[in-house]
């Protein structure tokens, strides 16, 4: 190749460097140049991507149904994290707070983040809709911080969480990476807060390109990618930084899990890459 494959990302943390280093200096050390570009924002890479100025993105579940839409169906996933895979939103409350399902929110105040998170505001906001008896009797309050970055740096669902420990509201939807590590770290007195709702899995993340992209580029990239070994030391850091247990190939089956999002972001008017 004449010249390099350029990914685009975006730098929601200073770890993505790190990230990107390591996945750069894989493909040169095995004579497959490239290089990668970082945004502020998903909206910026996606007009990157689409103009033809990036080759491959790095894109949000978000990003992704906007540049399918945008491009007129000319957008493909070439593969993903296992770990996009049943991705899930989920609404916690304290334990005390007698909330225990979608319709004990009637009169209570629930929480959403960021406005173009998928996982704490855009399908949560669609599963109220759908499952609430008395959704008009519900406020909603919104916690939208890093706009741009469609929920990557959990922020707002952390603010969330702050918000429920501090009787500012009852209740509120994170994603389940996040209601993890919230576990796993006692970021709360044992038992003080519980989930009471769990959606039906969907998919997150994806490698994106247009359909334009020499295919050897695209099966190049997408080889190299499958052909990473996670107990080489180096990999396997990077594959711990970015979380993932290993990559595997979009297909079919996992382009359905999507199907929800581009309802949803349809429905709510959110198809338009504001930048």
Known sequence: MD???????????????????????????????????LFSNYEAQIEYLLSGKIDIAWNTNVAWVRTHELSKGRAKALLMRDTDIDFK?????????????????????????????AQAAILPLKYLQN??????????????????????TGRSEFDILDAILNNEIDAGAIGITSWVRMLEDGMFPSGEIE??????????????VIDTLDESIQK??????????????????????????KWVKTGQEELK???????????????????
């Not at 989920?90 to 399902?101: D, L, R, Y």
């Not at 190049?220 to 979380?243: C, H, R, S, V, Y």
Request: hydrophobic share 35%.
């Open 3 to 37: 010249k390099p494959i350029v990914v685009g990302s975006v730098a929601y943390d200073p770890k993505i460097v790190t990230i990107w280093d390591i996945i750069r200096d894989y493909f040169n050390d095995n004579g497959v140049r490239l290089d990668y570009m």
């Open 89 to 117: 939103s989920v609404f916690i409350t304290k334990a005390s707070s007698g909330i225990k399902s979608i319709n004990d929110l009637k009169g209570r105040k629930f929480a959403l983040g960021s406005a173009d998170s």
């Open 131 to 152: 499952e609430a008896k008395d959704f008009d009797d519900i406020e909603i309050v919104r916690f939208n911080s890093d706009l741009g970055k469609h929920g990557d």
């Open 195 to 208: 989930s009471f709702y769990v959606s039906e899995g969907y998919c997150h993340c994806n490698f994106t």
């Open 220 to 245: 190049t990239f997408t080889e190299m990618l499958l052909a990473q070994d996670p107990n080489e030391p180096i990999i396997k850091k990077m594959m711990q930084m970015e979380g993932l247990n």
């Open 257 to 275: 899990g999507y199907d929800v999002l581009t309802t949803a972001m349809k429905e709510q008017d959110l198809m338009k890459n504001n930048w």
